[in-house]
């Protein structure tokens, strides 16, 4: 069983930034394609960036990419998404998500198999 606790959400001027955080317990990081998601109110659930099991690889969907950045600390066996310049439309609850079944590439939500609790991001404008 993997565990999954986000951390670092809050509210937020448009422009700035914030870093989110994913401790995770019951299997390390590295195992696992390891990403965030984001559900607006009234909207699906959405992909915004993930990590290959190597570390190697990095995907972000289009309207992040250039100011969100995800990483990962083995030693903390903690993901995180840095967050700039920080719009009001990226206004949302933010999941870590974890895949144990894929090394690399976008994960879909059908196919993660552990979820965080998640963490309120609101951007004021």
């Known amino acids: 069983q993997v565990q999954l606790v986000e951390s670092g959400g809050g509210l937020v001027q448009a422009g700035g930034s914030l870093r989110l955080s994913c401790a995770a317990s019951?299997?390390?990081?590295?195992?696992?394609?390891m990403a965030w998601f984001r559900q607006a109110p009234g909207k699906e659930r959405e992909f915004v960036a993930a990590?290959?099991?190597?570390?190697?690889?990095?995907y972000y969907t289009d309207s992040v990419k250039g100011r969100f950045t995800i990483s990962r600390d083995n030693a903390k066996n903690t993901v995180y998404l840095q967050m700039n310049s920080l719009k009001p439309e990226d206004t949302a609850v933010y999941y870590c998500?974890?895949?144990?079944?894929?090394?690399?590439?976008?994960?879909?939500?059908?196919?993660?198999?552990?979820w965080g609790q998640g963490t309120q991001v609101t951007v004021s404008s």
């Open positions: 998500a974890a895949d144990i079944h894929i090394r690399m590439g976008i994960p879909t939500t059908r196919g993660i198999d552990y």
């Open positions: 019951g299997r390390t990081v590295s195992t696992c394609l």
């Open positions: 990590m290959s099991r190597s570390g190697g690889s990095t």
